[in-house]
T-cell receptor
Framework: GESVGLHLPTLSVQEGDNSIINCAYSNSASDYFIWYKQESGKGPQFIIDIRSNMDKRQGQRVTVLLNKTVKHLSLQIAATQPGDSAVYFCAESPGGFKTIFGAGTRLFVKA | GAVVSQHPSRVICKSGTSVKIECRSLDFQATTMFWYRQFPKKSLMLMATSNEGSKATYEQGVEKDKFLINHASLTLSTLTVTSAHPEDSSFYIC???????????????FGPGTRLTVL
């Protein structure tokens, strides 16, 4: 069935360093891939998305890379800040309708 | 803009009672709302898709008689957990898609979640 998973459950980085969070997906038919940030006790917050016909997209301090050959998605956060500490979920949207979430990676930023 | 609220934010109830959770789109109309469930340190699991004016579509394995969904207007969807038991304790999150206007097909706006504890 459809599934989206992550390689690393936790990631600890030094403030100011770059962070890379990885994700593997299995549904080749997904049209969109999305990264969400979730802080404790709150709903997910949209970070960035990428359409399946692209391989890279940049936002403010974040970059998403999509490798369809190996079904791999990554989120790069530049100059990681303490406020970036949260759980990050990759998600996919087959047909652009409903959203299926991956397992999540907790990011710890050390001051 | 694009704010989704949930009420209550936290609820504690006794086993066997029913609990209603509201999801509202505050500044836009939502033809479709989604209900998710999240266990501690786990991912969000899609429970059902709520469509305004029609029956909800439930994901495989989700009991529709247990989790009643009503999308009575373009700004309100409710999830009722009937005859709640301790295993229903979870974080319930809704999201909403704006009716017809977004250029991003998958775009959803998430609510802050409702923490349900069943004693």
């Amino acid at each position: 069935g459809e599934s989206v998973g992550l390689h690393l459950p936790t990631l600890s980085v030094q403030e100011g360093d770059n962070s890379i969070i990885n994700c593997a997906y299995s549904n080749s038919a997904s049209d969109y891939f999305i990264w969400y940030k979730q802080e404790s006790g709150k709903g997910p917050q949209f970070i960035i998305d990428i359409r399946s016909n692209m391989d890279k997209r940049q936002g403010q301090r974040v970059t998403v890379l999509l490798n369809k050959t190996v079904k791999h998605l990554s989120l790069q956060i530049a100059a990681t800040q303490p406020g970036d500490s949260a759980v990050y979920f990759c998600a996919e949207s087959p047909g652009g309708f409903k959203t299926i979430f991956g397992a999540g990676t907790r990011l710890f930023v050390k001051a | 803009g694009a704010v989704v609220s949930q009420h209550p934010s936290r609820v504690i109830c006794k086993s066997g009672t029913s609990v209603k959770i509201e999801c509202r789109s505050l500044d836009f109309q939502a033809t479709t709302m989604f209900w998710y469930r999240q266990f501690p340190k786990k991912s969000l699991m899609l429970m059902a898709t709520s469509n305004e004016g029609s029956k909800a579509t439930y994901e495989q394995g989700v009991e529709k008689d247990k989790f009643l969904i009503n999308h009575a207007s373009l700004t309100l969807s409710t999830l009722t957990v009937t005859s709640a038991h301790p295993e229903d304790s979870s974080f319930y999150i809704c999201s909403a898609r704006e009716a017809g206007g977004t250029v991003i097909p998958h775009e959803q706006f998430f609510g802050p979640g409702t923490r349900l504890t069943v004693l």
